[in-house]
């Protein structure tokens, strides 16, 4: 049974810096990719990062050079590190994993894929 648990959300301040964790246990597949998606409300859910097995990574226009995602070496715990965080950073976070080798389009076309998904936790950036 996959599951993904996220944590470390909360609220900070514009500018400010935010961690985010999901602890992935069961998924088995080799050509994996790991990511992060936002829900802000009335909004559609939309790709934030995504790191492959091999640590490929990639970035939606909007966080890049603000966020960080990263893996352990174990590959069981994501993490997203969020710097100089906006107010439109606000949204729930999700955790996902799904097989594919194009991190990119995932992020582009999340609702073309069938992703195991996390419960999701919320960050919220006050201005």
């Known amino acids: 049974q996959v599951q993904l648990v996220e944590s470390g959300g909360g609220s900070v301040q514009a500018g400010g810096s935010l961690s985010i964790s999901c602890v992935i246990s069961g998924y088995t597949s080799s050509r994996y990719c790991l990511g992060w998606f936002r829900q802000a409300p009335g909004k559609a859910r939309e790709g934030v990062a995504a790191?492959?097995?091999?640590?490929?990574?990639n970035y939606a226009d909007s966080v890049k050079g603000r966020f960080t995602i990263s893996q352990d070496s174990a590959k069981s715990t994501l993490s997203l590190q969020m710097n100089s965080l906006k107010p439109e950073d606000t949204a729930m976070y999700y955790c996902?994993?799904?097989?594919?080798?194009?991190?990119?389009?995932?992020?582009?076309?999340?609702?073309?894929?069938?992703?195991?998904w996390g419960q999701g936790t919320q960050v919220t950036v006050s201005s």
């Open positions: 790191v492959t097995r091999d640590g490929i990574t």
């Open positions: 996902a994993a799904v097989q594919t080798t194009r991190p990119g389009l995932w992020l582009r076309s999340p609702a073309a894929y069938s992703p195991y």
